[in-house]
C-alpha cells in the first residue's frame, strides 16, 4: 500500500510524492495495457461496422437464468422475454438525453432489484455515471467498454447492446 510523505526542508517545495510497491505499480501497468488492448478492440469492431455480440453473454435465456441454480424461476415467463437491440427498441437511440436522474431507473421482472438499487443510488451522481462509459457515442456495431466495480475492484467490460425484453 502507497503511503503520501513530502520533503520538510526550510527551503525546499513541498511536492507530494506517492510510495508505490513493485506489485501495486505491476498491477497499474496491466490495467493500463488491458483498457488499451480493449479500446483498440472496440475501435477496431466499430470500424468493421457490423452488428457485434457479447459471446460472454449472449442474447438466449442462459444468460438471464442457469436452469442448474436457479430451480424455482418461472420458465416461462423467461421463455416470454425476446432479445432486440437497442435501435430496435429505441428510434433514435441516445443515452444521457436530459441527464441522468435516479426515478430513470425502472424494474422490469427479471429480479435484479439489487443491481437496479445500486444504479439508482449512483445516478444521483450523474458525472460518476458519466465516467463508468468509456465508449462515449452510440455505434453501429452495438459495442461499448464500460468500467463497473466488482468487489470493489475497477473492472473493464466489453458489452453489446442487446436487451431482454418483453
Known amino acids: 500500500m502507497g503511503g503520501l510523505c513530502c520533503s520538510r526542508g526550510k527551503d525546499s517545495v513541498k511536492m507530494p510524492v506517492i510510495a508505490v510497491s513493485n506489485k501495486s505499480r505491476a498491477a497499474i501497468q496491466k490495467m493500463q495495457q488491458e483498457k488499451i488492448e ?77 443491481y437496479l438499487a445500486a444504479l439508482s443510488s449512483l445516478a444521483e451522481f450523474e458525472d460518476r455515471v458519466k465516467a463508468l462509459f468509456i465508449t ?13 466495480y466488482i468487489n470493489g475492484t475497477e473492472t473493464l467490460v466489453v458489452v453489446d447492446d442487446h436487451l431482454p425484453v418483453k
Open 38 to 114: 480493449l479500446e483498440r478492440f472496440v475501435q477496431e469492431t466499430i470500424a468493421k461496422g457490423k452488428p457485434w455480440t457479447d459471446p460472454d453473454f449472449p442474447p438466449e435465456r442462459s444468460s438471464l437464468y442457469d436452469p442448474n441454480i436457479d430451480n424455482e424461476v418461472d420458465v416461462q415467463m423467461f421463455n416470454s422475454f425476446k432479445w432486440k437491440r437497442a435501435n430496435e427498441i429505441f428510434n433514435p437511440v441516445a443515452v444521457f438525453t436530459g441527464g441522468v436522474d435516479p426515478n430513470d431507473i425502472n424494474q422490469g421482472q427479471l429480479g435484479d432489484c439489487y
Open 136 to 148: 462515449k457515442e452510440i455505434n453501429a456495431a452495438g459495442i461499448y467498454l464500460v468500467k463497473i
